[in-house]
């Protein structure tokens, strides 16, 4: 069975700086898909990133990277320059191979930027 | 805008009632998920439909139902609701093939709430 861990309930980050959200996951499949989305307080889901398991280079789109470490079977959200609009629960979920299967989520993360 | 949408946006209802919620999936995509995400329970995985077929179950009730039509929109059937129902009940949708990067698109959520 498929499992996402997110370890951290809460996290605050001063305005401009860095920050990483971090994500374990668990799976036997030697195929899978690894998704960051964020949840602002309006509710609705934002997808931010995937990562696949085969993918040689870590993804990056604009200010999110994502940190995998296959042997750690971690995932972890960096997000650079954090902007006060970045506050927000973010969700760490996986899916294995074929593409049209659910998504496992972790418990999420809230961020607080603080100007 | 996800391209997904959903209604009704907010629910109201009472105890031993039932009701529907609607999602129609971006143009072209033919899987359609239905995710709840409930504060005790996170965000969890309810049913998934490919072109009119049921595709995978999760955490489904029996007094939940879902189908999905030939114009593809699907819809979420609660009933015998119960205070524990009250939740927000996402859409999501992807377009098919078999690759594990296949993000899902989600609704705006309908919010449940059940007095």
């Known amino acids: 069975a498929q499992k996402i861990t997110q370890t951290q309930p809460g996290m605050f980050v001063q305005e401009k700086e860095a920050v990483t959200l971090d994500c374990t996951y668990d799976?036997?499949?030697?195929?899978?898909?690894l998704f960051w989305y964020k949840q602002p307080s309006s509710g609705e889901m934002i997808f931010l990133i995937y990562?696949?398991?085969?993918?040689?280079q870590n993804a990056t789109e604009g200010r999110y990277s994502l940190n995998f470490q296959k042997a750690r079977k971690s995932a972890n959200l960096v997000i650079s320059a954090s902007q006060l609009g970045d506050s927000a629960m973010y969700f760490c979920?996986?899916?294995?191979?074929?593409?049209?299967?659910?998504?496992?989520f972790g418990k999420g993360t809230r961020l607080s930027v603080i100007a | 805008d996800s391209g997904v949408t959903q209604t009704p946006k907010h629910l109201i209802t009472a105890t031993g009632q039932r009701v529907t919620l609607r999602c129609s999936p971006r143009s072209g995509d033919l899987s359609v998920y239905w995710y709840q995400q409930s504060l005790d329970q996170g965000l969890q995985f309810l049913i998934q439909y490919y072109n009119g077929e049921e595709r995978a179950k999760g955490n489904i009730l029996e007094r939940f139902s879902a189908q999905q039509f030939p114009d593809l929109h699907s819809e979420l059937n609660l009933s015998s609701l119960e205070l524990g129902d009250s939740a927000l009940y996402f859409c999501?949708?992807?377009?098919?093939?078999?690759?594990?990067?296949?993000?899902?698109?989600f609704g705006p959520g309908t919010r449940l709430t059940v007095l």
């Open positions: 799976t036997s499949d030697p195929s899978y898909g």
């Open positions: 999501a949708s992807s377009v098919s093939g078999g690759s594990s990067s296949n993000e899902q698109f």
């Open positions: 990562q696949g398991s085969y993918d040689q």
């Open positions: 979920a996986m899916r294995t191979a074929p593409g049209n299967t659910p998504l496992v």
